[in-house]
C-alpha cells in the first residue's frame, strides 16, 4: 500500500515541478508590455503557386495586413517567363 501512495507522490511532485517550469519559461519569455504596443514597420516578402495568386493578392494580403500591420508583397514561385 505504501509503495502505491510513493508513486502517487512522485508523479505529483513531478507534475507539479513540470508545470511551474513551464510557467515560469513563460514568464520569462514574454514580450514585454512596451514592446507589445511598438507600432509595426517593413514588408513581408511570400513567394506563392502561380494558382495561389488571386488568393493571395485578394484575399490573404489585406487580411495579414490588417491582422500584423506589417505590409505584404508577393510573386509567384516559380517565375513565369
Keep these: 500500500m ?8 512522485v508523479r505529483s511532485v513531478a507534475l507539479l515541478f513540470t508545470v511551474c517550469t513551464g510557467l515560469l519559461a513563460g514568464a520569462l519569455t514574454s514580450t514585454p508590455a512596451s514592446a507589445a504596443y511598438a507600432k509595426p514597420t517593413g514588408t513581408v ?5 502561380a494558382s495561389l ?9 489585406p487580411a495579414f495586413t490588417a491582422a500584423d500591420g506589417y505590409k505584404f508583397s508577393g510573386s ?3 517565375p513565369v517567363h
Design 2 to 9: 505504501t509503495s502505491v501512495l510513493a508513486k502517487n507522490r
Design 45 to 49: 516578402n511570400v513567394a506563392y503557386a
Design 53 to 61: 495568386g488571386f488568393l493571395n493578392e485578394k484575399v490573404v494580403s
Design 76 to 78: 509567384v514561385w516559380p
